[in-house]
């Protein structure tokens, strides 16, 4: 195993009603993390939840909380997540381009982990400098739809990004996110995703853990054996 999975159930899709008994759902199916969508209405034309909710889901569960932030000034939202609990900070490169250094330092100093996000329509290129920084994020995560919604469809063309950015760096954390489910899995994970994100096909599945199980298992199988 070279990357390990790390499945992830996108909580937007969950019933923000039951935020924590759905979190400990997800975990107790067999879930790594939980992903959590937090979104300005500005950098994309929706509104979710903020460090607030963070805060309160975090009294509820120990689990990895990967938050992704879909939002237009990520500095000022780095303390405010990392006081909430948040383990995992991922920012949009397409907002980050003269301060990512600072950024990545702070998001590290604040006890969380660093990773970078891109929209569909930007190059791949733009993140490798922030792979191969000093203070390099951790993870990378390449949008696979339009951010801002769930339940929209899988971009396939996205690969060329994962299969590139899985080329240069063979131990690296990539992630998915839109559109993942049992029939575009193979796909992701034959192109060298490891992370996977998924909301409505396994919150809308009859048994989400045998989705989640059925990720893992794609993710593992696309592994070359050492
Ligand atoms: O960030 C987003 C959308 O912006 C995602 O996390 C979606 O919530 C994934 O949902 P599905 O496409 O899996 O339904």
Same mark, same amino acid.
């Given at each position: 195993?070279? &990357? /390990?999975p790390?499945?992830?159930?996108?909580?937007?899709s969950?019933?923000?009603?039951?935020?924590?008994?759905?979190?400990?759902?997800?975990?107790?199916?067999g879930?790594?993390?939980?992903?959590?969508?937090?979104?300005? +209405?500005?950098?994309?034309p929706?509104l979710?939840? +903020?460090?607030?909710v963070?805060?309160?889901?975090?009294?509820h569960?120990n689990?990895?909380?990967?938050?992704?932030?879909?939002? =237009?000034? #990520?500095?000022?939202?780095?303390?405010?997540m990392?006081?909430?609990?948040? /383990? !995992?900070? =991922?920012?949009?490169v397409?907002?980050? *381009?003269e301060n990512?250094? $600072?950024?990545?330092? *702070?998001?590290?100093?604040? +006890?969380?982990?660093?990773a970078?996000?891109?929209?569909?329509?930007?190059?791949?290129e733009?993140?490798?400098?922030? &792979?191969?920084?000093?203070?390099?994020?951790?993870?990378?995560?390449?949008? =696979?739809?339009e951010?801002?919604f769930?339940? $929209?469809?899988?971009?396939?063309?996205?690969?060329?990004?994962?299969?590139?950015?899985?080329?240069?760096y063979?131990?690296?954390?990539? $992630?998915?996110?839109?559109?993942? !489910?049992? /029939?575009t899995?193979? =796909?992701?994970?034959?192109?060298?995703?490891?992370?996977?994100?998924?909301?409505?096909? &396994?919150? +809308?599945? #009859?048994?989400?853990?045998d &989705?989640?199980?059925l990720?893992?298992?794609s993710?593992?199988?696309a $592994? #070359?054996?050492t």
């Open positions: 195993m070279v &990357v /390990s790390k499945i992830a159930p996108s909580m937007l969950s019933d923000f009603a039951n935020l924590a008994a759905e979190a400990n759902r997800m975990i107790d199916l879930a790594n993390w939980l992903h959590m969508d937090i979104m300005d +209405g500005h950098f994309v929706n979710t939840i +903020g460090a607030p963070i805060e309160s889901l975090r009294k569960t689990a990895y909380l990967d938050c992704h932030l879909m939002v =237009t000034n #990520p500095m000022d939202y780095v303390e405010h990392a006081k909430a609990g948040a /383990s !995992g900070f =991922t920012f949009h397409e907002v980050a *381009k990512w250094q $600072q950024l990545v330092q *702070k998001i590290k100093s604040a +006890g969380m982990r660093p970078v996000a891109l929209k569909p329509g930007t190059p791949v733009l993140v490798y400098p922030l &792979v191969e920084g000093t203070t390099p994020v951790e993870m990378v995560l390449v949008m =696979t739809v951010p801002g769930g339940g $929209q469809k899988f971009m396939p063309n996205m690969m060329d990004k994962v299969r590139a950015l899985r080329h240069k063979p131990t690296l954390d990539i $992630q998915v996110d839109g559109g993942l !489910g049992p /029939s899995i193979d =796909t992701a994970a034959a192109a060298g995703a490891n992370c996977i994100v998924a909301g409505s096909s &396994v919150f +809308g599945a #009859p048994e989400p853990g &989705v989640i199980s990720l893992r298992t993710v593992e199988k $592994q #070359p054996t």
